[in-house]
């Protein structure tokens, strides 16, 4: 383990100035099965228009849970695996050591994507993915601007960031940013006062239209959504912090203007995560 990164790492967690991904992530591998995996690797398969990654280098920058690193070494990538968060870099620890053991073909190391120097160390690779990572760095546009020093001429390039939604995104700042400041165990209690009316608002919705199994279905069938659960991505979103974001727009010409060419995009209009995949041309 870096201790160096460790050690910033605590003190940001101390001053309250970061999210603790990695103990929510903790938390989500308790609940991941074999269907996750599948709706993960569909979802991977899906966006890169790919059947398989035999051959192919996989950089996963912000490997969280470690799920789209095992997707990708169980679709035939080389992976390197790596997270800011030592509980994170823990639990892709632990679905290497469940899925895969020992393999020497999937590394995992402790890192920040905002250190040019420790990426420059990694090299280039032909799939480059950072999925709600870089707006979470406290640094977003030198961290998008860093994943292309890993980006080789060829590659693919997949990212995933939050959309600029004006005083939405504002008002959720102030959210993300009391939650960090409170003890530990007023966390939940506010995570759940702060949700509790957006999800009475959904429940009236699926009520009034005579469909509450449909509200149910927002839990039960939330696994499609890249494997995840709907309960820790609720936290993630209440807690993640730092956190900016971006129009689609914005992204788009930032990578165009450096030789990426847009290949595939889903845009948000809400407050979640625009998707998109470059190709690097030159
Ligand atoms: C919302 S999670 C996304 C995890 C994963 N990419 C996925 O798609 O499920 C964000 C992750 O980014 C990591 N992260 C935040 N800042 C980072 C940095 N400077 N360098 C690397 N990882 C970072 C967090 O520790 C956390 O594990």
């Known amino acids: 383990m870096n201790t160096h990164v460790k050690e910033s790492h605590a003190s940001e967690i101390r001053s309250g100035r970061r999210f603790k991904f990695g103990s929510n992530w903790k938390r989500f591998l308790r609940v991941l099965n074999g269907e996750r995996i599948s709706e993960a690797e569909k979802s991977l398969k899906e966006f890169l228009e790919v059947e398989d990654l035999e051959g192919k280098t996989f950089i996963d920058i912000g490997s969280g849970s470690g799920l789209f690193s095992l997707v990708a070494r169980r679709l035939g990538a080389r992976v390197l695996s790596f997270d800011y968060d030592p509980q994170s870099v823990a639990c892709t620890a632990e679905l290497r050591h469940?899925?895969?053991?020992?393999?020497?073909?999937?590394?995992?190391?402790?890192?920040?994507?905002?250190?040019?120097?420790?990426?420059?160390?990694?090299?280039?690779?032909?799939?480059?993915?950072?999925?709600?990572?870089?707006?979470?760095?406290?640094?977003?546009?030198?961290?998008?601007?860093?994943?292309?020093?890993?980006?080789?001429?060829g590659s693919k390039l997949f990212i995933a960031i939050y959309n600029d939604c004006g005083d939405v995104s504002t008002y959720w700042m102030k959210k993300k940013i009391t939650y960090n400041k409170l003890p530990v165990l007023l966390k939940l209690p506010y995570a759940i006062a702060v949700w509790t009316p957006i999800e009475a608002r959904y429940f009236l919705h699926y009520l009034r239209n005579k469909n509450v199994a449909g509200y149910f279905s927002l839990w039960t069938e939330y696994k499609k959504s890249r494997g995840m659960s709907r309960w820790h991505d609720m936290i993630d979103w209440i807690g993640g912090y730092p956190y900016e974001y971006a129009s689609s727009q914005q992204l788009i010409d930032f990578y165009e203007k450096d030789g990426f060419k847009l290949r595939k995009i889903l845009p948000n209009d809400g407050y979640g995560c625009h998707q998109l995949v470059f190709e690097r041309l030159s």
């Open 98 to 153: 469940r899925y895969f053991g020992e393999d020497p073909n999937w590394n995992i190391l402790s890192g920040s994507v905002l250190d040019r120097e420790f990426l420059e160390s990694l090299g280039q690779f032909d799939i480059v993915y950072s999925w709600g990572v870089l707006h979470h760095t406290g640094a977003m546009w030198p961290a998008l601007e860093n994943i292309k020093l890993n980006s080789k001429v």
